[in-house]
């Protein structure tokens, strides 16, 4: 109640008061009590716009800070350079198959082509300066190239390649260029380069596809994130596949045809303390009994869904019970009374009711999989993985744990990726969300 | 509707032991944090000029990879263990009761623990015998050990500036924590007479070992990058412990400090003057070549000259190369697979 409905309300109106003025309520002890409660009410709920409004700031914060730091990543500096596909170079003797178009140093022929157009980096020194402007993800971009069509032997062509971390950083302010030169990874010699580069119109910053559709790097202007989404979304369709109906049939079964008696009770407590179980014990649980019983493969999305599988099951049960509970009787036994089964009653009935809320509590626990590491620690599903993986039974990696290794490592170009990483783990988030929300409103049915 | 995705589920979780004894076409590491960025530079070099798959690397700690390296021989175990210490006697006997006789032993290079602080702040240099009795949890006063009572670097030597002592530095679980109470915390204290006169010598690895809990050391986690990131944003009290790479990293935000009169520079730390540097290794099982496609390949990938040589892609990355002569030791036992003596 406001100060003004306060003020209207009748114990206070002049109508009203001379009729109660010798009411118990209307002494100055009751009032200075009514004021008292009137106050604290007012006090608590600005407490609780406070406590609102510090989280909203703090999530503002949080997107603020990794939408500014993550949104360079999704371009990416490149540089237009002349390369020659020097025979020399490539098919030394002579010979232009896959092995040796590979075997061949294609630093040099990277090399080279910038000492053509900066002839004053012959030099031992200036030789190893010019090359750290290009990414080393360069010979393996002319590489491919050379490997898609051998008649580029001996042609020269115009090539944007990747520019090395360093130069992106500066291009897009991560890194200061005005600091003394001993205080910086990139010396005046290739600032100077940089700067000829970019008034040729030979710099220029490009769309990072690479980012989408790559996978690991050691090198951040070569990293993507699509090795990750990939293996989160097998991990989490083996984890959907067997908790899903594993934790509906249990919820079922326990809700609707259970005996109440000790044992089932001794279930319920069991299942509700393993949803509060740390996920690492899950890890665990899964290193000994998928991997060293079972001999399934180290890394695999397959065990990772096992392990997270295990993790929602508790939750999805939980859930899943709620929301049958919260079907009223009323629907059983009309069923039962035009001589429905049971079976019949709860898959026909009972179940489609409840369907809204257990699909939200399935997807919010897939979430949570979502974002676990701890247990995947365990399993092998932290490391290093180049390969895109091409089904649930290849090495993969999953988006948290990408975000982790990168913001694990040292060099500055990470620091972005690591933030453009959040930022799809999110979106991927909002999207889940999203699908549960229209399942809810799809299902949804009134009585 | 949901019998289908059960059968499924079920056929998926029969499978599984039959999937043991598949073949595997791709080389596994585990081990050390900190040799992990080169071995997975070199995992990703290997794949490109190579063809193969990339191998792939984990990082568990050098303790750990050991755990997983010396469980038995087979394709279900890893062929290579990364190591930022040499292997013990206690690990190679669990290797060889578990039937891994033969590991070949590479040992890639070197890396620098640098003590370093924010750009801008007062320098001043430390000894390690300094460094110690800034952070060990009982120092010697007259004869006996007594809590730490030092709170500021003056407090410790007149010479050293008026600041409070405040050191970020990784916890007891992180291989460059052993590294640093190996090489600044063992020395910095064997000179006191007080600690000469602990006749028990665990007693006294102890006393040289703990480091003070009362706030002044702050256990900053096993991300480097953190500490980097707290000492930048504080105020230029606190001092930083970390690898040399992430101090080349990020130049032109920190100044190294110089222990016992020695700079964190690469060619003091690669010449060996540089007190606090350690070498890493990686550790080959023999049995597995042959076996796993593209091993013995990896390895020479690893010691050629491109690779861990001078101005090599792994120098670019941190790590210090070894001398010449040693350098080619070591190509030509890795490239043998020479099996260390055991």
Request: aromatic letters at 6%; one cysteine or more.
């Amino acid at each position: 109640m406001t100060d003004a409905s306060l003020a209207a309300s009748p114990h206070t109106s002049p109508a009203n008061a001379s009729a109660n003025a010798n009411s118990v309520h209307m002494t100055d002890a009751a009032r200075a009590r009514l004021r008292r409660r009137y106050a604290a009410d007012r006090r608590f709920r600005r407490v609780g716009l406070a406590a609102v409004l510090f989280g909203v700031s703090a999530l503002g914060f949080l997107l603020f800070t990794i939408l500014s730091n993550g949104f360079t990543a999704f371009r990416q500096t490149e540089l237009r350079l002349d390369i020659v596909f020097s025979r020399d170079i490539i098919a030394t003797d002579g010979k232009t198959d896959s092995r040796a178009i590979r075997a061949a140093d294609w630093a040099r022929l990277v090399r080279e082509s910038l000492q053509a157009k900066f002839p004053d980096a012959r030099d031992r020194r200036g030789s190893r300066l010019v090359e750290a402007l290009v990414s080393p993800g360069a010979q393996g971009q002319l590489m491919d190239m050379v490997l898609a069509d051998p008649s580029l032997i001996g042609q020269t062509r115009t090539v944007w390649v990747l520019a090395a971390s360093d130069i992106d950083m500066i291009v897009k302010g991560h890194a200061d260029r005005g600091v003394a030169e001993e205080a910086r990874r990139v010396n005046d010699r290739q600032l100077a380069w940089m700067d000829a580069l970019q008034k040729d119109g030979a710099l220029r910053l490009a769309f990072n596809t690479r980012f989408l559709t790559g996978a690991d790097s050691r090198y951040p202007e070569l990293v993507g994130i699509w090795g990750g989404i990939l293996g989160s979304l097998y991990t989490l369709a083996i984890t959907l596949a067997l908790a899903f109906p594993l934790g509906v049939m249990a919820a079922i079964y326990l809700e609707e045809f259970a005996p109440k008696n000790r044992f089932t009770d001794l279930i319920e407590v069991n299942i509700n303390n393993l949803a509060a179980v740390p996920s690492i014990v899950f890890g665990l649980l899964g290193l000994a009994v998928f991997l060293n019983a079972f001999g399934m493969p180290r890394s695999a999305p397959l065990v990772g869904g096992c392990v997270l599988a295990l993790m929602s099951l508790p939750i999805i049960i939980i859930a899943a019970r709620a929301a049958l509970r919260a079907v009223p009787p009323s629907i059983r036994e009309a069923a039962l009374g035009l001589g429905a089964s049971r079976l019949q009653m709860v898959l026909h009935h009972v179940l489609p009711l409840a369907m809204p809320g257990i699909l939200t509590g399935t997807i919010l626990s897939m979430a949570h999989a979502l974002g676990e590491t701890a247990p995947l620690l365990m399993i092998g599903m932290v490391a290093f993985i180049v390969d895109i993986p091409s089904g649930p039974l290849d090495a993969a990696t999953v988006l948290p744990v990408q975000i982790f290794m990168w913001a694990d490592s040292p060099e500055r170009g990470f620091v972005e990726k690591t933030s453009a990483a959040i930022l799809v783990l999110l979106i991927f988030l909002l999207g889940m969300n999203a699908v549960a929300i229209w399942l809810r409103k799809r299902f949804e049915r009134r009585w | 509707m949901k019998t289908p995705i059960l059968v499924a589920a079920l056929a998926v979780l029969a499978a599984g032991p039959a999937l043991a004894q598949q073949a595997r076409d791709q080389i596994r590491a585990v081990g050390s944090s900190t040799v992990f960025p080169f071995t997975t530079t070199v995992a990703e070099n290997f794949a490109r000029t190579s063809g193969m798959k990339a191998p792939i690397v984990e990082s568990t700690g050098t303790g750990g990879g050991f755990r997983l390296f010396c469980a038995g021989v087979g394709t279900q175990h890893p062929d290579l263990s990364n190591a930022s210490r040499a292997i013990t006697k206690s690990e190679i006997e669990t290797c060889t009761k578990n039937g891994v006789t033969a590991i070949t032993e590479v040992k890639i290079g070197f890396d620098g623990i640098v003590l370093a602080v924010k750009k801008g702040a007062p320098k001043f240099d430390v000894t390690r015998q300094q460094v110690w009795l800034a952070l060990a949890r009982q120092v010697p006063k007259n004869g006996q050990l007594v809590a730490n009572p030092h709170q500021r670097w003056s407090d410790i030597d007149p010479k050293l500036p008026n600041i409070a002592i405040e050191v970020m530095g990784p916890p007891p679980t992180s291989g460059t924590r052993d590294a640093f109470v190996e090489m600044v915390m063992d020395f910095g204290c064997k000179d006191f007479a007080e600690i000469k006169a602990i006749a028990d010598s665990r007693a006294r690895a102890q006393a040289c070992a703990a480091i003070r809990e009362d706030g002044k050391f702050i256990e900053a986690g096993e991300n480097d990058n953190l500490i980097v990131q707290r000492l930048v944003a504080g105020q230029g009290v606190a001092i930083g412990i970390f690898g040399f790479s992430f101090l080349e990293e990020n130049i032109d935000k920190l100044q190294a400090k110089h222990v016992d009169g020695v700079e964190p520079s690469f060619e003091n730390i690669s010449s060996g003057q540089y007190p606090v540097s350690r070498s890493m290794f990686v550790y080959v099982k023999n049995a597995h070549a042959g076996v796993i496609p593209g091993l013995r390949e990896f390895v020479s990938e690893y010691v050629s000259d491109r690779s861990m040589g001078e101005n090599g892609y792994l120098e670019k990355k941190g790590l210090i190369p070894l001398p010449k002569a040693e350098r080619e030791k070591v190509r030509s036992s890795a490239t043998n697979l020479t099996p260390m003596a055991m």
